[in-house]
């Protein structure tokens, strides 16, 4: 969520984070494909430019989780927000995925 900046065109995916292919396999949960289109237009973080400062310092985000409109009020900029749902991929429960299991699940 810190490579999201409100009002930005650019959409930033990571395809390293598997924690939840993981726990999904472990209990038996499908998955559903979700998208939120403006999610990242609801609150603007005065205190982002501070945050990956530090995050790039020590890897650890320090700031205070002060989230406001574009007037600074704390309440949301009151955009709609549009979902999407892909497809279920089902699961098969597993306890101890390799992770080979767990990249074929994504």
Sequence with gaps: MMNCSPH???IYVSKKHYGFVRLAIQQGYHLVPTFFFHANDQYDNPMRDFQLFTYKLCKIPVGLPWYTNRWRFPMSNRNPARFALGKVIKVTQ???PSEEIIKKGM
């Design 8 to 10: 930005d065109t650019n």
């Design 94 to 96: 597993c306890s101890h």
